[in-house]
């Protein structure tokens, strides 16, 4: 047992200041799906929990204006369940209830969804020099380069880590252009929700462009008007080694705009196969003022992973990802139509 400060402060300046406040080793706590967990394996060891749930006003659903603001309080089966987001935005609503179980999506929130650490096992099992991770203890090395790496990223890798970023949510919220507010010690500031997430490079335990003692407060989706004759479908398809509570082999989150059977604007992002939630721009290029057949809606999703580097056993992840990415285009066209 590690001894560790506990406070709950009831402002969001608060919070921020005693995290200012506190030696190094303070991390904020909301649902602790992910922290409590971590601290049980000895991978996070904090000094001070700043438990930020007492924060008032930032559980709010609000779906009412040109933009869906969701705090980040909000539990992922509350916004799973708001009847805007599940009747209008699939894509979002599949993502949180394809996440987890439904006792974690009651426990988790929305914003520290987004802060979800990797599931790599040699992150997860390798404390105390069992396994090197440079994202563990930077300089160390990376078991998972050369070792067993069937679950692990073949895009964005680079030498130093492969590890997939596990999210769901955060890939449809990167489909829909999605931006997150923060505050912290400079102020407030407004982050793309693209952005928020860093590539591994050489210095893979920064996961995040989030400065120390900076908290999320707000989700923010656009929420676009469509031109007349201009239907919209999406979808949030996932698959994985068993149909419930397990993480994603591959997975894609597709919004389409579609006009007298042709692609208007195709939105395409990618999970379980990147160290970050990833954008298909290769896939949407292809979809561009075309219509959308089987055939190109395959041609789409290889051109997704046209960049990839796979390792020894994850090779099966480009064709797996490819027939991912055509299904969901699929889904997400035939929704259109309804
Ligand atoms: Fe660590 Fe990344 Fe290597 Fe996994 S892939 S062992 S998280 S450095």
Redesign the pocket.
């Known amino acids: 047992m590690r001894p560790f400060s506990y406070i709950r402060p009831t402002t969001a300046e608060e919070a921020v200041n005693a995290f200012a406040d506190a030696e190094a080793g303070a991390r904020f706590i909301a649902g602790g799906t992910t922290l409590y967990d971590l601290m049980k394996l000895n991978i996070e060891r904090p000094t001070h929990l700043i438990d930020v749930t007492a924060i008032g006003g930032l559980a709010t659903i609000d779906t009412s204006g040109d933009r869906l603001r969701f705090g980040a309080l909000a539990p992922m089966s509350a916004v799973a369940a708001d009847p805007v987001v599940a009747g209008d935005y699939p894509v979002l609503a599949e993502a949180l209830w394809k996440a987890a179980s439904q006792q974690l999506r009651n426990m988790a929130t929305v914003g520290g969804n987004l802060l979800q650490r990797?599931r790599?096992m040699?992150?997860r099992n390798?404390v105390d020099g069992v396994?090197?991770?440079?994202?563990?203890e930077p300089g160390s090395g990376?078991?998972?380069?050369g070792g067993l790496d069937r679950g692990?990223a073949v895009l964005g890798a680079s030498g130093?880590?492969?590890?997939v970023s596990p999210g769901d949510w955060p890939v449809a919220l990167t489909a829909m252009d999605a931006s997150v507010e923060i505050v912290g010690p400079a102020g407030q500031r407004r982050v793309p929700i693209a952005e928020l997430y860093r590539l591994?490079g050489d210095t893979?335990h920064i996961e995040f462009s989030l400065a120390p003692g900076e908290l999320i407060t707000v989700i923010e989706v656009p929420r676009e008007t469509l031109e007349a004759g201009t239907a919209r479908g999406s979808t949030y398809h996932k698959i994985r080694d068993r149909e419930s509570y397990a993480f994603a082999l591959a997975s894609a989150a597709v919004v389409l705009e579609i006009e007298d059977d042709q692609v208007i604007r195709a939105r395409i992002a990618l999970g379980g196969v990147a160290t970050r939630p990833w954008r298909a721009t290769e896939a949407e290029a292809v979809l561009a003022g075309q219509r959308l057949t089987p055939e190109r809606a395959i041609e789409a999703g290889r051109a997704a992973f046209r960049t990839a580097q796979p390792g020894r056993h994850n090779r099966f992840k480009l064709e797996l990802g490819a027939r991912t990415v055509a299904d969901a285009l699929l889904i997400a066209a035939e929704r259109s139509r309804s």
Do not use: L, V
Not at 131 to 136: S, T
Not at 142 to 145: D, G, S, T, W, Y
Not at 160 to 163: K, L, T, V, Y
């Open positions: 990797t790599c040699y992150f390798g396994y090197p991770c440079n994202k563990r990376c078991a998972a380069i692990q130093s880590c492969n590890a591994p893979p």
